[in-house]
């Protein structure tokens, strides 16, 4: 239903009994006669729940929930929409429903060119009649445009509600707000005559209305302070002036209703040179004649009662020119008290009036409603769009008579009936948005003032309003109503309510593809509603904010990368560290990618564990990788992985060892294992060896010299704490040839490891103290100042600039000893982290 029909006040909710709610519109989430209204509505690719209670709650519309193609009306759905888009119908007295006058050469122009589908511009001052005008030409193009002729006011409109009225003037799309890029599609589909009137913008913005609707043709009318169309537009330029001396005493006649007598016709005259012959002015001149000769001339400007007044009206003089030129006050002065209330309430708004079924309400007069046919027939009032405003200079004319007086109350009194009108079960989004002028000029006036209430009241009202703005799409009211609320609630101290308008902001913000504009309202109202301890609010909010990082493409920076300018960093975790708040370093960032494939690698300097530390430049990019991959738990959780990799290699090494060569003398004594490092915390590493294990042949890092080897790190037979070479044999070998003396086929060269434990005889029951004691004693004190100061200094550094791979010369182990668990237990500098032999460095 729309408010812009004469409807009696109960459908207004102003009976003693509240009429009988209507069934809950289509969308809605609430039972009829429900305080909360919920409506669902799809805007662009948003599904938009408008929550009163709780704010307004978005996300991506689901596949089932998209509407249809809009389709169009027909000529008798157009019809009705035109008569509940006119203002409400009222009485006026027969001179006001006359022919327009000197107006026929205009109308069969604009005619001609609409006709052709070109567009016009009606520029006119105040009271030329452009209006009347309209309406005639609207009439005569009726049937010329596929579809039809729409009459749109510009009146408080931006270019951007003006094509969505005219997208829901032709389209059948209830609940449906399409986005920019479907509206213009569809927009440029229609083929209309597109009559709007009071355009408020001219330039680049009319050019923006003109180029989505390239198949309508508009006829705009506006005032001359408005700014002027581009010259690319290809506008016609109509002015639309005063009208002449005849055909103003014509209209003078027409409203008075009989002739002017001589001294009348020279006075209308005297009022033509003065208002440049503007229709207007002569309809208030006749108001003027019509109440001097009811015999109510008595009463003066101010409503007081002249006692020297005589009874005939033709003997009290005319007013004179200067009265005539600001004639509101003496026409609001013999007029009803219900009327000049009614005046006062329009003073207090800003020149808009109520509709004519809350002016009971607000004037106290049971028969206030009649008083808008009173004051449009006196020409005090005009129509803009669906409801009536004071005419131009009327407002200011009645505040310097004092009609202002008392204005912040009358606002006040408007403010809290809209508040309880609007929220009444009975009406509808589309009759409150029907209000919308009236209730946002409650809002500014009280907004802007300072007496104790008068915010609270505008915080209530806007609280009430916005969500039926909403719900009817009417968005530019939506928005203005939820400014007006944030800027009260701030002035009211009311937190609560200032963080629901900065969420309502910033949904709408959201659906008008404004992202900064969301984010900053939505960050706003989290900040608000955390102080005031809302988690509904909150999660509502954070929703909200996570759609709209969703959109613009902004996620949580990861670790390595440093964090965008008004970026949040999640909180973290109780059982794990948070990243900083700048990222990891560039120069980290950018650190050359880790093989994943390669074993893992522990440095010296991270931990201590005895085992697998792959050279130096192994161990630095470990150290890269583990400050790229994580925070200080993936450390924690890396260095404990690779101590029990290196214990279990240790293990597997020491099984496949003993287990190989199955002979005693492959076995460590009790009294000869391995102890502690310095430190305590396990074996050190890049460290030389001090054993005699190493013979004249200059065994380098990386290689083993012996079957009975172990690899770095691990216990050796010298009783000593290994240090990262390899351990003596506890089979005696041949300097020479590298083979056991006793006869056994095991080889120093590991190429032939693999056969040994199938084509060496096997030991195990006779001879278990002499393979064990011989050997062991012999290269142990024998050769041990000679090889250890060789390969503490040489080889070291020698494999790096004979070989890029690090190669020592001898051939890799067999995967019997050389295999990922034994090439991760090996330290030191002989490149032990790799299963090749190879020095990682």
């Given at each position: 239903?729309?408010?812009?029909?004469?409807?009696?006040?109960?459908?207004?909710?102003?009976?003693?009994?509240?009429?009988?709610?209507?069934?809950?519109?289509?969308?809605?989430?609430?039972?009829?006669?429900?305080?909360?209204?919920?409506?669902?509505?799809?805007?662009?690719?948003?599904?938009?729940?408008?929550?009163?209670?709780?704010?307004?709650?978005?996300?991506?519309?689901?596949?089932?929930?998209?509407?249809?193609?809009?389709?169009?009306?027909?000529?008798?759905?157009?019809?009705?929409?035109?008569?509940?888009?006119?203002?409400?119908?009222?009485?006026?007295?027969?001179?006001?429903?006359?022919?327009?006058?000197?107006?026929?050469?205009?109308?069969?122009?604009?005619?001609?060119?609409?006709?052709?589908?070109?567009?016009?511009?009606?520029?006119?001052?105040?009271?030329?009649?452009?209006?009347?005008?309209?309406?005639?030409?609207?009439?005569?193009?009726?049937?010329?445009?596929?579809?039809?002729?729409?009459?749109?006011?510009?009146?408080?409109?931006?270019?951007?509600?003006?094509?969505?009225?005219?997208?829901?003037?032709?389209?059948?799309?209830?609940?449906?707000?399409?986005?920019?890029?479907?509206?213009?599609?569809?927009?440029?589909?229609?083929?209309?005559?597109?009559?709007?009137?009071?355009?408020?913008?001219?330039?680049?913005?009319?050019?923006?209305?003109?180029?989505?609707?390239?198949?309508?043709?508009?006829?705009?009318?506006?005032?001359?302070?408005?700014?002027?169309?581009?010259?690319?537009?290809?506008?016609?330029?109509?002015?639309?002036?005063?009208?002449?001396?005849?055909?103003?005493?014509?209209?003078?006649?027409?409203?008075?209703?009989?002739?002017?007598?001589?001294?009348?016709?020279?006075?209308?005259?005297?009022?033509?040179?003065?208002?440049?012959?503007?229709?207007?002015?002569?309809?208030?001149?006749?108001?003027?004649?019509?109440?001097?000769?009811?015999?109510?001339?008595?009463?003066?400007?101010?409503?007081?009662?002249?006692?020297?007044?005589?009874?005939?009206?033709?003997?009290?003089?005319?007013?004179?020119?200067?009265?005539?030129?600001?004639?509101?006050?003496?026409?609001?002065?013999?007029?009803?008290?219900?009327?000049?209330?009614?005046?006062?309430?329009?003073?207090?708004?800003?020149?808009?009036?109520?509709?004519?079924?809350?002016?009971?309400?607000?004037?106290?007069?049971?028969?206030?409603?009649?008083?808008?046919?009173?004051?449009?027939?006196?020409?005090?009032?005009?129509?803009?769009?669906?409801?009536?405003?004071?005419?131009?200079?009327?407002?200011?004319?009645?505040?310097?008579?004092?009609?202002?007086?008392?204005?912040?109350?009358?606002?006040?009194?408007?403010?809290?009936?809209?508040?309880?009108?609007?929220?009444?079960?009975?009406?509808?989004?589309?009759?409150?948005?029907?209000?919308?002028?009236?209730?946002?000029?409650?809002?500014?006036?009280?907004?802007?003032?300072?007496?104790?209430?008068?915010?609270?009241?505008?915080?209530?009202?806007?609280?009430?309003?916005?969500?039926?703005?909403?719900?009817?799409?009417?968005?530019?009211?939506?928005?203005?109503?939820?400014?007006?609320?944030?800027?009260?609630?701030?002035?009211?101290?009311?937190?609560?309510?200032?963080?629901?308008?900065?969420?309502?902001?910033?949904?709408?913000?959201?659906?008008?593809?404004?992202?900064?504009?969301?984010?900053?309202?939505?960050?706003?109202?989290?900040?608000?509603?955390?102080?005031?301890?809302?988690?509904?609010?909150?999660?509502?909010?954070?929703?909200?904010?996570?759609?709209?990082?969703?959109?613009?493409?902004?996620?949580?920076?990861?670790?390595?990368?440093?964090?965008?300018?008004?970026?949040?960093?999640?909180?973290?975790?109780?059982?794990?560290?948070?990243?900083?708040?700048?990222?990891?370093?560039?120069?980290?960032?950018?650190?050359?990618?880790?093989?994943?494939?390669?074993?893992?690698?522990?440095?010296?300097?991270?931990?201590?564990?005895?085992?697998?530390?792959?050279?130096?430049?192994?161990?630095?990019?470990?150290?890269?990788?583990?400050?790229?991959?994580?925070?200080?738990?993936?450390?924690?959780?890396?260095?404990?992985?690779?101590?029990?990799?290196?214990?279990?290699?240790?293990?597997?090494?020491?099984?496949?060892?003993?287990?190989?060569?199955?002979?005693?003398?492959?076995?460590?004594?009790?009294?000869?294992?391995?102890?502690?490092?310095?430190?305590?915390?396990?074996?050190?590493?890049?460290?030389?060896?001090?054993?005699?294990?190493?013979?004249?042949?200059?065994?380098?890092?990386?290689?083993?010299?012996?079957?009975?080897?172990?690899?770095?790190?691990?216990?050796?037979?010298?009783?000593?704490?290994?240090?990262?070479?390899?351990?003596?044999?506890?089979?005696?070998?041949?300097?020479?040839?590298?083979?056991?003396?006793?006869?056994?086929?095991?080889?120093?060269?590991?190429?032939?490891r693999p056969t040994t434990p199938t084509t060496r005889p096997t030991d195990t029951g006779t001879g278990t103290g002499k393979p064990t004691d011989k050997p062991t004693d012999k290269p142990t004190d024998?050769?041990?100042?000679?090889?250890?100061?060789?390969?503490?200094?040489?080889?070291?550094?020698?494999?790096?600039?004979?070989?890029?791979?690090?190669?020592?010369?001898?051939?890799?182990?067999?995967?019997?000893?050389?295999?990922?668990?034994?090439?991760?237990?090996?330290?030191?500098?002989?490149?032990?982290?790799?299963?090749?032999?190879?020095?990682?460095?």
């Amino acid at each position: 239903m729309d408010p812009n029909t004469n409807r009696g006040p109960e459908e207004y909710g102003e009976q003693d009994a509240p009429a009988t709610p209507p069934p809950a519109p289509s969308g809605s989430g609430a039972a009829a006669g429900g305080l909360a209204r919920t409506v669902q509505l799809v805007s662009g690719p948003y599904l938009l729940t408008v929550n009163p209670v709780d704010g307004s709650e978005i996300e991506p519309c689901p596949p089932g929930e998209q509407p249809a193609v809009p389709g169009k009306h027909g000529p008798e759905e157009r019809a009705e929409l035109a008569r509940a888009a006119a203002p409400p119908a009222v009485p006026v007295s027969a001179g006001r429903q006359g022919a327009l006058l000197e107006r026929a050469e205009e109308t069969e122009r604009l005619v001609r060119l609409l006709s052709r589908g070109r567009s016009v511009r009606v520029t006119g001052p105040s009271g030329s009649g452009r209006t009347r005008l309209l309406d005639a030409v609207a009439t005569a193009c009726d049937g010329l445009a596929p579809d039809g002729v729409v009459r749109l006011s510009g009146y408080h409109r931006t270019p951007t509600d003006v094509m969505y009225e005219l997208f829901a003037a032709v389209h059948r799309a209830p609940l449906h707000r399409p986005d920019r890029g479907e509206l213009l599609r569809l927009l440029g589909e229609i083929g209309a005559i597109v009559v709007l009137d009071d355009l408020e913008f001219g330039g680049a913005a009319l050019d923006e209305l003109l180029g989505a609707t390239p198949e309508c043709a508009f006829l705009l009318a506006a005032t001359p302070d408005v700014a002027a169309p581009s010259p690319g537009s290809h506008l016609e330029e109509v002015f639309l002036g005063g009208i002449g001396r005849g055909a103003c005493r014509d209209l003078l006649e027409g409203v008075v209703g009989r002739p002017l007598t001589d001294e009348e016709a020279a006075w209308a005259a005297d009022l033509w040179f003065e208002s440049e012959g503007l229709p207007l002015r002569f309809v208030q001149a006749g108001a003027l004649l019509r109440q001097r000769l009811r015999g109510d001339q008595d009463v003066d400007a101010y409503g007081e009662r002249s006692e020297d007044a005589s009874g005939d009206g033709r003997d009290v003089p005319l007013p004179t020119v200067a009265e005539a030129a600001s004639p509101a006050p003496l026409i609001a002065a013999r007029l009803s008290e219900a009327a000049r209330e009614t005046l006062r309430f329009a003073v207090a708004l800003g020149g808009e009036l109520p509709h004519q079924a809350h002016l009971p309400a607000l004037a106290q007069d049971t028969h206030a409603d009649a008083a808008l046919g009173e004051l449009l027939d006196c020409g005090l009032i005009t129509p803009a769009g669906a409801h009536y405003r004071l005419a131009a200079t009327v407002g200011d004319q009645l505040a310097a008579a004092g009609y202002d007086d008392g204005a912040g109350e009358r606002a006040l009194t408007a403010a809290q009936h809209y508040a309880w009108w609007a929220g009444h079960p009975s009406v509808t989004p589309e009759r409150a948005a029907a209000e919308a002028d009236a209730i946002l000029a409650a809002m500014n006036v009280l907004t802007g003032s300072r007496e104790s209430g008068h915010p609270s009241a505008a915080v209530l009202l806007a609280r009430t309003a916005a969500p039926a703005f909403a719900a009817a799409l009417h968005w530019s009211a939506w928005e203005r109503s939820l400014r007006h609320g944030a800027e009260a609630a701030r002035i009211a101290g009311e937190v609560a309510e200032e963080a629901y308008f900065h969420h309502e902001l910033g949904v709408l913000a959201l659906c008008t593809g404004n992202l900064d504009r969301a984010r900053a309202e939505l960050e706003a109202s989290i900040g608000l509603r955390g102080v005031l301890s809302d988690r509904r609010g909150a999660v509502a909010g954070r929703r909200a904010l996570a759609l709209v990082a969703d959109r613009s493409g902004t996620f949580t920076p990861p670790a390595g990368t440093a964090t965008p300018a008004g970026e949040e960093i999640p909180d973290a975790r109780t059982e794990e560290s948070a990243s900083p708040p700048g990222g990891v370093p560039a120069a980290l960032a950018s650190a050359p990618a880790v093989d994943a494939t390669a074993p893992t690698v522990v440095t010296p300097g991270l931990a201590r564990t005895g085992g697998a530390a792959g050279g130096r430049t192994g161990g630095r990019a470990g150290g890269r990788k583990a400050l790229v991959l994580g925070t200080r738990r993936n450390l924690v959780a890396a260095g404990a992985g690779a101590l029990l990799v290196a214990v279990l290699g240790t293990v597997v090494t020491l099984g496949a060892v003993s287990g190989s060569d199955g002979g005693p003398g492959d076995k460590v004594k009790t009294e000869q294992t391995a102890g502690t490092g310095q430190d305590g915390d396990g074996l050190p590493a890049d460290q030389p060896g001090t054993d005699s294990s190493r013979t004249g042949q200059g065994s380098r890092p990386g290689t083993h010299t012996g079957p009975g080897s172990t690899a770095p790190g691990t216990p050796g037979t010298s009783g000593r704490p290994g240090t990262g070479t390899a351990a003596p044999s506890t089979a005696a070998t041949d300097p020479t040839t590298g083979r056991p003396t006793d006869g056994s086929s095991s080889p120093t060269d590991p190429t032939t490891r693999p056969t040994t434990p199938t084509t060496r005889p096997t030991d195990t029951g006779t001879g278990t103290g002499k393979p064990t004691d011989k050997p062991t004693d012999k290269p142990t004190d024998k050769p041990t100042d000679k090889p250890t100061d060789k390969p503490t200094d040489k080889p070291t550094d020698k494999p790096t600039s004979q070989d890029p791979t690090g190669t020592t010369g001898n051939p890799a182990p067999s995967s019997a000893h050389g295999s990922g668990s034994a090439g991760t237990t090996g330290g030191g500098t002989t490149g032990g982290g790799a299963a090749d032999g190879t020095d990682n460095g």
